[in-house]
């Protein structure tokens, strides 16, 4: 029997474009089964999230990801810890276990550079990032990579210290990049807005929109977290990575729903169909909107890109 892989995906160099092309070719082999599991610590924001998957033949696998929002601003670590293992397709065979910081962040960002590869303009200059925790800068780097237009990056958050040295602590060259005091202003600026907070109340407007932006929405994954108000999803074309857990699951479709701003019918594709050819952006002054919620298809095919990658070092 070949040797269990302990992987520490924090020690793995790759170019983000590579990840982004896994998950691509992910989608277009087919997703198979995918299940979802929330523990929430009662009187508290903290939760525990379990996703499994399973490509028929390929693989299968599961992620653990304790999330304890408050950990950054105490200084008690990141919010985000996981621990995936990942299983061979043929026999079941545990293949490798997989820890480390940036395997959720690589994910959630290669996840969000594919929806921006397929909706976004081609010719985007500016990002305005709405969030400076942990996820904001992976974000940043995977978004740069599909859209090399960019020229200028803007980081707005809600304790402007940590915008400012977010920003400081950013160089790319040929990029410029700072911090913002208005949310508003950067965001009417931006062609890509993406939102990394674990807010449950709107920081995205939709009559901040400009026509033609590109909006990434990342932080919600309960019906009563929120990014984006009910006008942003008025006015914005939609896609999401999942339906299943997108629609169900997320305060910006969970609640506009509610509201009667959105119906489910309103969603246009998911990644999967996106990737198979599925039309996204109709026109340059069209406003696109995608809702990256996860799942543990992604964290699988990022398990298995991982495992031949480390293989391969090995």
Known sequence: MAPILAIDADALEFDPLWLV??????????????ERLLLEEPGAPNSLLT????????????????????????????????????????????QAVITGESF???KTAADSALGADLLARPDAATLAVLGAGAQAETQI?????????????????????????????????????????????????????????????PVLRGAWLKPGAHVDLVGSFTPEM??????????????????RFAVG????????????????????ADLAELCAGAAGRRSADEITLFKNAGGGHLDLMVARAFHELASCID
Request: overall charge positive; charged content about 25%.
């Open 104 to 106: 959720t962040r690589a």
């Open 21 to 34: 092309e896994r998950l691509r070719d992910g989608h277009r082999q087919g997703i198979g089964a995918v």
């Open 249 to 268: 699951h997320c305060g910006e479709f969970t609640q506009a729903i509610a509201a009667g701003a959105i119906a489910p019918a309103d969603v246009v």
């Open 51 to 94: 996703w499994t998957a399973w490509q028929p033949g390929a693989a299968l696998g599961a992620k653990l990801a304790a999330v304890f929002p408050g950990n950054e601003g105490r200084g008690a670590g990141p919010n985000i810890r996981s621990v995936v293992v990942l299983f061979d397709g043929q026999d079941g065979k545990p």
């Open 141 to 201: 780097r995977y978004l740069l990579a599909v859209r090399p237009s960019i020229r200028r990056v803007v980081i707005w958050n809600r304790t402007a210290e940590k915008a400012r040295d977010l920003a400081a602590a950013l160089s790319v060259p040929g990029i410029e990049i700072g911090a913002v005091e208005d949310a508003e202003a950067a965001v009417r600026a931006a062609d890509i807005v993406s939102c990394v907070t674990a807010s449950r109340e």
């Open 226 to 243: 929120r990014e984006a108000d009910d006008a942003a999803m008025r006015r914005a074309r939609l896609f999401v990575d999942t339906r």
